[in-house]
């Protein structure tokens, strides 16, 4: 068997070995969501209490554990259920890379395996929470290792937007049907890259076909997912909360920043939001900023306005009653952060094939996307003495 292989190789085996321990760490060594979601399977099993709406990847755990109420075996299970969900991941983007530089590069399977593996663990650079010891939370990393649904959906995001471009540029019926395919698993697992999805596609459907035939039918997904996503609001905010467990949905500009960390100190607010942008889109930022003209390309343009649109709801809207400090409408942010730089790094390698100088010519830009990586591994070395995700 081949260290690399277009396939699989003894370099995913390695890969899929590492998941399984970080998993295992996460689940069993210290608190995290991952145990907290065993519980919401083991309450339905035991005592018949509901599951949330987006109820796909509880599903999928107890249906795997053979819907066992044991508390480790669910856990064994999720570790499983995670680590295989990451390196289907790992495998998506991998496909992506290869099909952009395949043209470019005499070992682009090799390359795209290391830069897939290499996105996995690329990491927000540490803000100014710092100095609170907090490398996590609130951060705009493209990868979170703590939060079983955002883990479990990040395929079916990446798929879908991948998918949404292939579809700006060539229109075809069956992958129409996909995209449905795609919006309904994404919402039943977590609905939140949707809410920036139903809002930022549209831009571009309508950018290409105006308000023409193949508009309004590029539109019925979106259609669709809108109407899944009212339902589900209804289940979690209408249909499923007591008198004391009360939630909705409010506006109040920087709520989470504010209430747990600036109290009314609006100067540290803006000094919290600069910092975080900054150290979660320090690779793209300089990307862009020094190669302007990939302003131009579409993938970049989607991924963009992603972003900002997540960044709108992260930071506008927040859960009313007992859920309002879970930071529920945030973790948009983490996927389309995540599918920033996946756009940036396919440039990247494109600008590299394409300059006389090849990699030379772009060593500040290398240099950041490196220091991303690294600081991931920072994370992990963080995580492992303070036992905490945060």
Known sequence: ??????????????????????YYYFTFMIKSDIPD?????????????????????????????????????????????????????????????SSEISNSYKCANTLASLISFSLLFAFSLPSILIFKGLLSTLSLSPNVWHNS???????????????????????????????AVLIITTVLIKPSFIFVFIVTYPVFLFKKYLFSKLFWINLIPIILASLIVLIEYYFIYVESSSVEDKSSIAIDLFYIINTRYAHGNWMYIIAVFISTIVSGYLFPIVLLFRNKQL?????????????????????????????????????????????????CIVQLLKLIAANPLKWKAYRIEISIFALHFLSGILYFFKVLVTASYS
């Open 149 to 179: 649904t955002t883990i479990f959906v990040m395929p079916f995001v990446i798929l879908l937007f991948w998918t949404s471009l292939k579809q700006l540029k060539e229109f075809q019926v069956k992958r129409l049907f996909f995209i």
């Open 37 to 97: 979601h065993v519980m919401i399977i083991k309450n339905y099993a035991i005592y018949n209490i509901s599951t949330p709406a987006n109820f796909l990847y509880y599903f999928i755990v107890y249906l795997l554990s053979f819907f066992s109420s044991n508390t480790t075996i669910l856990c064994i299970i999720s570790v499983y259920v995670l680590a295989f969900s990451t390196f289907f991941k790992y495998v998506i983007v991998k496909k992506v890379i």
């Open 295 to 343: 302003f131009k390309e579409e993938m970049i343009q989607f991924a963009i306005l992603c972003s900002i649109i997540g960044l709108i709801i992260g930071y506008s809207l927040y859960e009313t009653g007992c859920r309002s400090l879970h930071c529920n409408l945030t973790w948009q942010n983490i996927m389309c952060s995540f599918l920033l730089f996946l756009v």
């Open 1 to 22: 068997m081949k260290l690399f292989s277009k396939t699989f190789g003894v370099f995913e085996i390695i890969e899929i070995s590492i998941l399984i321990l970080i």
